[in-house]
Each structure stands twice: as structure tokens, then as C-alpha cells.
T-cell receptor, first 109, second 116 residues
């Protein structure tokens, strides 16, 4: 089976850096994904890691360690609009995507 | 423009009634998915389909049914057997194995079902 854990809620200050962790257990790992979701809306894609290491895309970076079953999403220069839920998801080789429960991030002025 | 269309956006149903949520995509994607989201929660997989005329149960398939008669369409029926159907339902699709695969699931805007 698959299991994904991430913190329920985090708070950070505008302009700061925040790291959202995700640990997972899965068979047939085929990629880890991060999505952003604002309340009442569909998720939007942020990043994809299938090999170990860091992927950077603007203010957002995502890291993966397959041996540890661990990933994090790093958000730099936080803005108020970054207040949202951040969903970690794992894909297996049958292209089944399983999502974690999400981390609600509050950015304070 | 290509995309995924879900309808209706809002739906109210009385207890004991079946209801069907529509999901149509014109992205030429092979794989399609249905997720359920409850307030403050993540997405839970109901059913997914990798190819026409084939689909697999997700983690919470009980009380739901799907069909995949056409590549473009993957309707979800919420049956009266689903004990607590009030939720936000999201449909998604992907073209597995495409060159330059970013893994991105493309989502519809969602359907919000309320049982009265």
C-alpha cells in the first residue's frame, strides 16, 4: 500500500522561507509531486521529482530522497498569495496517484 | 482550448438518489481519475482508468461507479449506497509515458455535491 505524511498546518511571515516536509511509503515508486490548492479551487501543479536531488523553479524548490522516502517543498520570499494548502502526491508504476492530507500554510504580514 | 470540463459545478441531491457527475477532456489523454475531497482534507482516489473500457478501484470506491466507453469521457455515479456523499469531487487526466512527461495531472474545476 501507500502512505503519505505531511504536517497539517504551518505559519510563516511574509518574505521568509518555509520548508514543508513529506514522508512516504510506497511500492513501485514512479515520481513525487507537489501541488498548490487555494480554498474551493482545483490543485495546480508545482513540481515533479523522480530522481534524487533538488529541482528549482523560481521561488519554489522541491527535494527528493528515494532511499529515505522523503521530500520537501521549499518556498522562498513568501508572499501573501502563497497562503494555500500544499499537497504531496506519490505515483506508482500503474500511474496511480495518491495524495497526502495536505499542509495548510498561512502567511502573515 | 484543450482542457477538462466537469459538470455540474454545484449539485444538490436528496438522500436515496443516485447522481452522475460528468467529466470530459479534449486533451487526448489516456488516463483519467476521480478524487473526492472533504473540507480541510487531501484528495482521496475513488476510481481511475488507464485506457478505454478499463478502470480500477481506488481507496474509497464503495458506493461509487464509473464507466469509460470513450477516451474523452469518464462519468462518476454516486449511488445511494454511498453513506456520506457530500464532498468536492475532482476529475483529472494525464497522458502516461508522454515524451517529456512532467507527471502533471490536469484537473477539472470540480463538482460540489451536497446531500440534503
Amino acid at each position: 500500500g501507500q502512505n503519505i505524511d505531511q504536517p497539517t498546518e504551518m505559519t510563516a511571515t511574509e518574505g521568509a522561507i518555509v520548508q514543508i516536509n513529506c514522508t512516504y511509503q510506497t511500492s513501485g515508486f514512479n515520481g513525487l509531486f507537489w501541488y498548490q490548492q487555494h480554498a474551493g479551487e482545483a490543485p495546480t501543479f508545482l513540481s515533479y521529482n523522480v530522481l534524487d536531488g533538488l529541482e528549482e523553479k523560481g521561488r519554489f524548490s522541491s527535494f527528493l530522497s528515494r532511499s529515505k522516502g522523503y521530500s520537501y517543498l521549499l518556498l522562498k520570499e513568501l508572499q501573501m498569495k502563497d497562503s494555500a494548502s500544499y499537497l504531496c502526491a506519490v505515483r506508482d508504476r500503474t500511474y496511480k496517484y495518491i495524495f497526502g492530507t495536505g499542509t495548510r500554510l498561512k502567511v502573515l504580514a | 482550448d484543450g482542457g477538462i470540463t466537469q459538470s455540474p459545478k454545484y449539485l444538490f441531491r436528496k438522500e436515496g438518489q443516485n447522481v452522475t457527475l460528468s467529466c470530459e477532456q479534449n486533451l487526448n489523454h489516456d488516463a483519467m481519475y476521480w478524487y473526492r475531497q472533504d473540507p480541510g482534507q487531501g484528495l482521496r482516489l475513488i476510481y481511475y482508468s488507464q485506457i478505454v473500457n478499463d478502470f480500477q478501484k481506488g481507496d474509497i470506491a464503495e458506493g461509487y461507479s464509473v464507466s469509460r466507453e470513450k477516451k474523452e469521457s469518464f462519468p462518476l455515479t454516486v449511488t445511494s449506497a454511498q453513506k456520506n456523499p457530500t464532498a468536492f469531487y475532482l476529475c483529472a487526466s494525464i497522458y502516461p509515458g508522454a515524451g517529456g512527461d512532467t507527471g502533471e495531472l490536469f484537473f477539472g474545476e470540480g463538482s460540489r455535491l451536497t446531500v440534503l
